[in-house]
């Protein structure tokens, strides 16, 4: 599971979403900004700004080590594509057709036709698809089909039927769609069921497969697709010889390459197992894999790799193709390992009915990582936390790992303002303790929600796997979890005695007043006006705020403040916000233990999908005045192999791409290997 940044409105002052380095000075100097005289903007487009990030201490691996990294990065690009199919099945030969349109066209290219043109297909590069990477709508160009036309006869480039139609018409027009009573899958456009599958049809077909052991259950339909052929239904797995075979062949041989570099017999493995896995598709051996790889400990470097979220799926079976690998940041993966030591006190002192709550906490693993390259579901839009493996059993008898992307964080600090934040805070008293605190409260926000939130809590016995039980709810319902068990103990002397703050009131203060106010304002930058609130994390970030905001207001715990036309929210009882987390905290944990869908209904649509539409123009409008885009994604660092006349590798090297447009086009010559999907 992986924690999704907020806007990067928040990351100008506040940062990323529940991430971010300490503002004190404290802690500054353990989180040392990279050189002022990197530049870190790239490119801003739509509703979009580029960054680049650094590598903080790659000059210090050894040989070995950066083989591994590369051998790793190389195996991520080389699955790129498969994301772009899985978002839409028309995605590639859309955007290979575009491209080509980019790098030979020879006309007019200072036109407002042009512009609109390049504008499109940087918005479909960075959303890995023709639909929105937050928002799920199909995304609109602002040029015509004629022209599209004549830029297509003038450079000898085809793209027709279905796949031109779709750019303009209304046809596929959510990606991804989550609404109350319709059928999700049906009139979901992402690629993993075929023509004709509806809701029914996915739960009646995973409804008859039966795990061999009830008590580890498998992950059914996390590397497949399913179609219906001649009225049946059918699985396609994604795996060499199968489905996206050719890239998984791709993706197969550089991992060889890294198990032959490996740091420890462990590590070598857990990839082992992997390559097994995408060579037969055998969902017993991803089990298999993942517990070795959630043991394997050791090292300096680690990665994510294969099919593994599954908030793309409306339905919450299947798993979107993401890389990352990640170098450790030793410094602070120290300072924050305290958590996972004492992830069982935070289990015991939650709030939790005691029938819910984890007996023996085990194997929670924190680090913080400099990440190295990303691909798939993961860029250009990136997490910056991630707690895997999502299998429940796993979790529960080996543990997890969890992680903090610190160099990501780090480029979004670099690279910001605070004129946004100052036009959404209540008052000076706000905005003085954001500036001294919340970078601190945001990394420890992360922390909390990836290392003790996704840990804590347990199903009870004989209840199925979440997906099953909470369906199109499940996902929102898990992020909402974890974030409140971060903001349950955000406010906890505890932090403060764990050594992680100074002061642990100004440290909550800090992240309550942030997520109350990205919650009911801020984020609704992100949406349409008029539009619902589809997004899991952004949901869960709405329904927390709002069910809290309407049990206090007979305390007035939470103050809607209009002035000047202009509406505030001031948090006036700390110490009875955190009492309300807490009863959200038992309530939503007895939701995911018990498999009560209807409860989980019930919250969702009455709290977190509709937008009170007054509000939501005024901040809309209150947001005009700023240049910063209120989404970040980032370009990769490139690395650079160098060998020798024996062909072996003697050294690789880090380079920056100038342009978001170099990178795009460089991935799609050196990594198209999804010639043709169908």
């Not at 793309?312 to 390992?337: A, C, H, W």
């Amino acid at each position: 599971m992986k924690l999704k940044s907020i806007l990067s409105f928040v990351l100008i002052g506040a940062l990323v979403f529940s991430c971010g380095n300490d503002k004190t000075k404290e802690n500054s100097e353990d989180l040392k900004a990279s050189e002022p005289t990197f530049e870190y903007n790239v490119d801003q487009f739509a509703d979009v700004k580029v960054l680049r990030y650094q590598i903080p201490g790659w000059e210090n691996l050894t040989l070995k080590e950066k083989k591994l990294v590369y051998y790793l990065t190389q195996a991520g690009l080389s699955g790129r594509d498969i994301m772009w199919d899985q978002n839409y099945r028309h995605n590639l030969k859309i955007r290979k057709a575009l491209e080509n349109i980019y790098t030979n066209f020879k006309g007019d290219k200072s036109s407002e036709a042009w512009n609109a043109f390049e504008v499109y297909l940087k918005r479909v590069w960075f959303s890995n698809g023709i639909h929105h990477h937050y928002s799920n709508d199909k995304i609109k160009p602002e040029f015509s089909a004629d022209y599209l036309k004549q830029l297509l006869a003038e450079t000898n480039t085809v793209l027709e039927g279905e796949a031109f139609d779709v750019i303009f018409n209304d046809v596929d027009a959510k990606k991804v769609n989550q609404a109350k009573g319709v059928d999700n899958v049906a009139l979901s456009a992402v690629n993993f069921y075929g023509v004709g599958v509806t809701n029914k049809d996915v739960e009646t077909f995973y409804a008859a497969k039966k795990s061999p052991d009830p008590a580890k259950p498998l992950s059914f339909g996390l590397n497949s697709q399913l179609v219906k052929e001649n009225g049946v239904l059918k699985e396609r797995v994604y795996k060499s010889g199968g489905l996206y075979g050719s890239a998984i062949d791709e993706i197969i041989k550089w991992l060889e390459l890294a198990k032959g570099v490996a740091e420890n017999e462990a590590q070598g493995n857990a990839l082992g197992l992997l390559i097994e896995y995408y060579k037969t598709g055998d969902l017993q051996t991803w089990d298999d894999y993942n517990v070795l790889w959630t043991a394997a400990t050791e090292g300096n470097i680690d990665y994510i790799n294969s099919f593994i979220e599954v908030y793309n799926d409306p339905l919450g079976y299947r798993g979107s193709y993401e890389t990352i690998v990640q170098i450790k940041d030793f410094d602070m993966s120290k300072k924050m390992e305290v958590l996972s030591k004492n992830a069982q006190w935070f289990e015991d002192n939650s709030p939790l009915m005691e029938p819910h709550k984890k007996k023996n906490v085990v194997g929670v693993s924190y680090k913080t990582v400099n990440v190295a390259g990303e691909a798939g579901d993961a860029s250009p839009s990136t997490p910056i936390g991630v707690n895997l493996p999502n299998a429940n059993w796993i979790r529960a008898a080996v543990g997890s790992k969890s992680v903090s992307l610190g160099n990501i964080v780090d480029a979004s600090n670099n690279a910001g303002s605070s004129d946004r934040l100052k036009e959404f805070v209540n008052d000076e008293e706000e905005l003085a303790l954001e500036e001294v605190y919340s970078k601190l409260a945001d990394k420890l926000h992360t922390a909390l929600h990836e290392v003790v939130g996704h840990a804590s809590g347990q199903l009870n016995p004989d209840v199925g796997e979440t997906k099953e039980t909470l369906k199109n709810y499940a996902s929102t319902l898990e992020e909402g979890r974890a974030d409140l068990v971060a903001l349950y103990y955000l406010y906890d002397s505890k932090i403060q005695e764990l050594g992680l703050t100074d002061d642990w009131k100004k440290t909550g203060k800090a992240a309550y007043n942030d997520y109350i106010r990205n919650g009911l304002l801020m984020q609704l930058i992100r949406l349409n006006l008029g539009d619902d609130i589809e997004e899991a994390h952004m949901r869960n970030r709405q329904w927390i705020s709002a069910w809290v905001f309407e049990k206090g207001k007979a305390d007035n715990v939470i103050e809607k403040i209009t002035r000047n036309g202009k509406t505030y929210f001031n948090i006036n009882n700390y110490v009875k916000l955190r009492e309300l987390f807490g009863e959200l905290l038992r309530e939503t944990q007895r939701i995911k233990s018990e498999g009560d869908f209807k409860a989980a209904e019930t919250l969702v649509e009455t709290y977190g999908v509709k937008v009170d539409q007054k509000i939501h123009a005024e901040v809309l409008e209150r947001n005009k005045q700023f240049k910063s885009a209120p989404y970040t994604g980032y370009v990769n660092p490139v690395l650079v192999a160098k060998t020798n006349d024996a062909g072996e590798i003697i050294e690789v090297n880090v380079e920056h791409p100038k342009t978001f447009v170099e990178q795009m086009l460089d991935y799609g010559k050196k990594y198209n290997f999804l010639p043709e999907v169908n």
